[in-house]
């Protein structure tokens, strides 16, 4: 399909939703929006309600760009909606986006195809409970203290959530319930995992292809979602301050995560990478953001691509899926 059968297309850059993602969820649809009109497509912005079946029809969207983060966006739900009424969406199916939001299941699938993950436990919102006493809480898990065969600090984080939002770090037995509380509100489930001690870099993928990766330097004390979207507070290295080999195993490893996942379009996959130059996946974001501060624009700068030719491609993709 050449550009000129694709700009007569009405494409409808879906956004905002009912997410705790929303506000940057709007962000980068307007700018994709702004993409999508100084480049000569037809497109329409619309922020996703209870009403989206009838405003994608009334709209006549052909084509949709999922600039969702988050909830129903990015779990598989908006993407079944689309296939259901035809409409060819960016990004991954609805079975990759599913597994990719599901932080339990994809670490299961990512352990099934041998890719390195940090030691986990994963802790039911219905088995927990906490015994306060005056000086200390004691976590309790189903009458039984909670285990795991790895030492602190702990990530402790929704199953289900993004962008950092609902972690926390853990270096004493104190601050477990609270963590826990934290994530529970967000979901039934949260996953406890051993902490990384390293550096964290994160990789584009676009297509079947790595772009290349950026190294994370937050000020505060981890990549939080005050750290991602606060323009200064973080420090973007570009390629990482790695040896070359250990770089191209990180970016062999986060394709391989990708494809695992049956992942489509463009992603982007968060690793750490310990003191022994071993790449730990953390998780794959089938949605990105797209803001002026997000990572996927600045690593396909960085591999040649501007934001205009991003877009484009992420389109390609799509209508060839």
């Not at 030492?151 to 289900?160: C, R």
């Not at 992942?263 to 750490?272: K, P, Q």
């Amino acid at each position: 399909m050449t550009k000129r059968q694709v700009t007569t297309k009405r494409i409808g850059v879906l956004m905002g939703g009912f997410s705790s993602e929303r506000d940057v969820s709007i962000r980068s649809g307007l700018a994709i929006y702004q993409a999508l009109q100084e480049l000569g497509y037809n497109s329409v912005l619309i922020d996703v309600g209870k009403e989206i079946v009838n405003v994608l029809k009334k709209e006549k969207v052909k084509l949709a760009f999922l600039a969702l983060h988050g909830g129903i966006g990015e779990n598989g739900a908006i993407q079944g909606m689309l296939e259901i009424l035809e409409i060819p969406y960016t990004g991954s199916g609805v079975l990759a986006s599913a597994l990719a939001m599901d932080k339990e299941a994809s670490k299961k699938i990512f352990m099934y195809h041998g890719l390195p993950v940090a030691p986990f436990v994963v802790v039911q919102r219905s088995a927990f409970s906490v015994q306060r006493q005056e000086k200390d809480s004691k976590l309790r898990i189903q009458n039984s203290e909670l285990r795991t065969d790895f030492e602190m600090p702990w990530v402790v984080k929704p199953a289900a959530e993004g962008s950092s939002i609902g972690i926390s770090i853990v270096k004493e037995q104190a601050g477990l319930v609270p963590a826990l509380e934290k994530a529970f509100s967000l979901g039934k489930r949260a996953i406890i995992e051993k902490f990384v001690e390293g550096k964290e870099v994160h990789i584009g993928i676009l297509g079947s292809r790595a772009l290349g990766g950026v190294e994370i330097k937050p000020s505060l004390e981890f990549y939080n979602y005050e750290a991602k979207y606060t323009s200064g507070l973080t420090e973007y290295i570009i390629p990482p301050q790695i040896e070359e080999a250990v770089y191209e195993k990180a970016k062999n490893i986060a394709l391989n995560a990708h494809t695992a996942l049956g992942c489509s379009g463009a992603t982007r996959v968060d690793l750490r990478i310990d003191e022994n130059a071993t790449p730990y996946v953390l998780e794959v974001n089938t949605l990105p953001g797209m803001t002026a501060t997000s990572l996927l624009p600045k690593i396909a700068q960085s591999a040649g691509l501007s934001f205009k030719n991003l877009i484009e491609e992420i389109i390609r993709l799509a209508l060839k899926e």
